[in-house]
């Protein structure tokens, strides 16, 4: 019989490496930088072993400035991105670093054989919007999508039980909060027994794929390279876990990959890429020190893919969407009421309809609104 999750983590020893990589976490920014750099080194030098090549996955200043670290400890990889996702003060910097720039994935060759590749407006269409997280919209698309493989997982998500698989355990992270069970659960109203609501647009995660992951995969594949990647534990979400597990370089069947910055938190980020002298994005402003010595960016305190729902809803305005706002008007507009078509009622919609759902501000503050 296959063994459940828990017993798996038992067995690979989770809760130590967990315990031993917060040690690492409290550590000092010399200690982590010193650990960043003897983990890159490593990385590299077992992929060279494997004859493997290595390249840096780029995106934000995270990535920025993990490109530059690994160029100021002479590790020289090429850095791969799609660009065109990003904000345009992050593009220049990709160009002025010489960052290899990819298009997104393929989606279907014509009859000439010529090739139609994924545009956002589509997957948005097609698949749905990226909201909250990528982990509560893997979980919302999953209860859009029910088959009878994945009973067990619905089930899950809607009451926090899991099956034979998961260890027959109760209250797990896999059920949805209560706040967005409400907002999203009913489409197990029926077999749960529950009355919860059901959104006028569709959710996933699938952009990220079809956009940036599989690009980057399909490159990586070709030129026969592991990434590097600028991930860090204290950003939380579904990879915190992983990263705590199995350390900043993981050589698995299916994924390989080093996260040097694994133990990093935003400050030793900032305090990096000060010292290296990193070109900082326009979007973020500039790093500054506050009076007890925390540093902070003057704009975003971070970015994703231009106008990514991920994470929107905890952001203080302005929030990104806004800041899109104040950029390109014209941009904003499409991508908040036309950037898709109601397939029932053919109305064009976008954002606005997805923001007043989940009760996220976009519209501006009026006097009558401030009485």
Not at 104 to 124: C, F, M, Q
Not at 154 to 181: C, D, P, Q, V
Not at 209 to 226: I, R
Not at 230 to 242: D, H, I, N
């Amino acid at each position: 019989m296959a063994e459940n999750i828990m017993e798996r983590l038992n067995r690979i020893g989770a809760e130590k490496k967990i315990a031993d990589f917060r040690v690492k976490q409290k550590q000092d920014y010399e200690f982590k930088k010193r650990y960043a750099y003897i983990r890159a080194w490593e990385f590299y030098n077992e992929a060279a072993k494997r004859d493997l090549n290595v390249h840096v996955s780029v995106g934000g200043l995270d990535s920025i400035t993990l490109f530059m670290f690994l160029r100021s400890i002479g590790i020289n990889a090429p850095g791969v991105s799609v660009s065109i996702l990003e904000d345009v003060s992050i593009q220049r910097v990709h160009k002025q670093l010489g960052i290899e720039r990819l298009k997104s994935a393929v989606r279907y060759l014509d009859e000439n054989g010529t090739e139609h590749r994924w545009k956002k407006p589509e997957i948005l269409q097609e698949f749905g919007f990226p909201v909250l997280s990528k982990e509560i919209a893997g979980k919302i698309e999953t209860l859009q999508h029910p088959t009878e493989k994945n009973k067990t997982v619905r089930h899950a998500i809607i009451t926090g039980e899991t099956g034979e698989f998961g260890g027959y355990r109760k209250n797990t992270r896999m059920k949805l909060s209560n706040k967005w069970l409400e907002k999203f659960g009913g489409y197990e109203n029926e077999n749960e027994g529950v009355n919860y609501s059901i959104p006028n647009f569709k959710v996933s995660s699938k952009c990220c794929y079809y956009l940036k992951e599989k690009p980057c995969d399909d490159w990586a594949k070709e030129h026969n390279s592991v990434p590097y990647l600028g991930l860090m534990a204290s950003e939380g979400g579904r990879r915190a876990k992983s990263l705590m597990i199995n350390g900043c370089n993981y050589f698995g069947k299916t994924t390989v990959r080093s996260a040097p910055f694994a133990i990093f938190n935003r400050q030793d980020i900032l305090q990096l890429a000060l010292e290296l002298e990193v070109p900082v994005p326009e979007i973020y402003g500039t790093i500054e020190r506050k009076d007890d010595g925390t540093l902070y960016t003057t704009k975003a305190q971070r970015t994703g893919c231009s106008m990514c729902g991920f994470g929107l809803h905890l952001e203080k305005r302005p929030h990104r969407f806004d800041l899109l706002k104040e950029r390109n008007p014209k941009e904003w507009e499409y991508w908040m009421y036309n950037c898709c078509t109601d397939d029932k009622t053919g109305e064009r919609y976008g954002w606005a309809r997805v923001l007043d759902y989940i009760n996220v501000d976009y519209k501006e503050k009026t006097a009558d609104s401030t009485q």
